[in-house]
């Protein structure tokens, strides 16, 4: 939308607020509320400004002063609220200079699709990520100093067979890792995955279908591919939505990979294609009908892959998912046919859908960072012409022990991928996407995270050392 779109639009649906929406480092989307009326062509044009000291991991106090440009192509009616309100997500410049804060998320993926294009590799990055969540009825935990615990409940979780409950209870439901695809009663999320749905389209989101998925109390929903700046926004989108629409239903929803213990976790698959002069890149004549630009690019993530978990794995969470052994993709390989390993080639019949998915992405991840850090990646790969090795064909979860010990693995904890983008971290650095300083500020969020949960008692300690 050009400016007088935008300012049509808020006269013609009688717009009473805009919501202006960033960002933050670790991924969580901020706002701030306007009365309509003064959203004027001067105020899109030069900026709204805020107190960055604010935000974990920007400035200091003595340096707090930034801006907000909103980005008009973004702008959608927000359906929740009682007065009518229009969103529009912005990035953050220097107020001084006009130029993109370097530690802005947007402004990476901003920088990132801009340096695409520069390299000459291709013009456009697509996106396709599957970003799953849990729902359930209770939450409740503490970390107190002398007491840390949790308790999460649904009605339809798997451990609730015989509870007793007032209207009684009808058995219906999915048991342990049964969850993926059966029809309701069994599968009770049907009507609150359909509003949720419903409700992005609305937003002018472009969305597809939604499924109940293989853990208790686990779901997804379907986003059709865009272009990274923008998937990025509709994955925020994405996430407000499912929290929304959840909590109108007396429901909580969590993105947090490993929410319960002894059942599957919850992963965001990212399909990545590139196109240069209106065709695909990645569609060609080698291993799955790839190109060799595609096997490069697989190359640059199965290299760059343990850095990488500090953007696309980055809570202490993560890692209680990818635990080798199990469903979690954890194992740096690529191939058509299995799930098992980092890089998977999908079954397409049509060149234009040629694409791969990294698997082994969770949703606690920021999105413009995320997105950002495995495109920079992968385009390591090109011109560097990376050569990612044979694909694993075979089942990984069966493999013998000799086999697998020479297949690497990702990072075991966030400390580890703390240290590896520290040691890994220049192909982030080409052409200004990331910068130093924004790596290192990000990591030092990281660190803070890493020392609250490792000096932490865990009550699995209590049970295994406490009569020690």
């Not at 701030?32 to 400035?59: H, P, Y």
């Not at 953050?92 to 340096?115: L, W």
């Not at 194992?331 to 019949?349: D, F, H, K, Q």
Request: a negative charge; hydrophobic letters at 35%.
């Amino acid at each position: 939308m050009s400016i007088k779109d935008v300012l049509k639009t808020i006269k013609d649906e009688d717009v009473e607020y805009v919501d202006v929406r960033f960002t933050d480092p670790r991924g969580k989307l901020q706002h701030v509320t306007l009365m309509s009326d003064q959203v004027d062509e001067d105020f899109i044009d030069e900026g709204f400004m805020f107190d960055g000291s604010s935000i974990a991991g920007w400035k200091s106090i003595d340096q707090s002063d930034m801006k907000l440009m909103l980005d008009t192509n973004s702008v959608y009616m927000d359906p929740f609220f009682a007065e009518k309100t229009m969103a529009v997500h912005c990035s953050v410049v220097e107020p001084d200079t006009g130029e993109a804060y370097e530690r802005d998320p947007r402004s990476t993926a901003e920088k990132a699709e801009a340096y695409l294009k520069s390299s000459g590799i291709g013009d456009v990055s697509y996106w396709g990520p599957e970003a799953e969540f849990f729902l359930f009825d209770d939450v409740k935990y503490s970390t107190e100093i002398n007491k840390v615990s949790y308790e999460v409940d649904a009605i339809d979780a798997s451990w609730n067979t015989d509870t007793d409950y007032e209207m009684g209870n009808m058995g219906h439901r999915p048991g342990v890792k049964g969850g993926y695809f059966p029809v309701p009663p069994i599968d009770d999320g049907q009507d609150i995955r359909s509003e949720m749905l419903s409700t992005m389209k609305r937003m002018g989101m472009k969305v597809d279908k939604h499924h109940h998925e293989v853990a208790s109390c686990q779901h997804e929903l379907g986003l059709i591919f865009g272009s990274l700046t923008e998937q990025a926004d509709h994955l925020q989108k994405y996430k407000y939505v499912i929290h929304q629409v959840a909590h109108a239903y007396g429901k909580s929803a969590t993105f947090m990979p490993k929410p319960i213990a002894g059942d599957n976790g919850t992963g965001m698959h990212c399909n990545m294609s590139i196109w240069k002069d209106g065709k695909p890149l990645f569609a060609g004549d080698k291993y799955a009908d790839l190109s060799q630009e595609a096997l490069y690019y697989i190359g640059g993530i199965l290299k760059h892959a343990k850095a990488l978990n500090a953007f696309t794995n980055p809570s202490t969470n993560s890692y209680k998912r990818l635990i080798p052994g199990f469903e979690a993709p954890v194992l740096r390989a690529y191939s058509a046919r299995n799930r098992s390993g980092c890089v998977r080639i999908p079954w397409t019949e049509s060149p234009k859908a040629k694409r791969v998915e990294a698997r082994f992405p969770d949703p606690s991840a920021n999105p413009y960072l995320c997105f950002s850090a495995l495109l920079m990646a992968g385009l390591d790969g090109i011109k560097n012409k990376i050569d990612p090795g044979e694909a694993m064909d075979k089942d990984l979860y069966d493999l013998p022990p000799e086999e697998l010990e020479g297949i690497p693995t990702v990072c075991a904890s966030l400390r580890e991928a703390m240290d590896e983008l520290e040691a890994d971290m220049d192909f982030l650095l080409q052409g200004d996407v990331f910068t130093r300083d924004q790596v290192e500020g990000y990591m030092d969020l990281k660190w803070e995270e890493i020392y609250a949960y490792e000096h932490t008692p865990h009550p699995m300690e209590f049970k295994m050392y406490y009569s020690c």
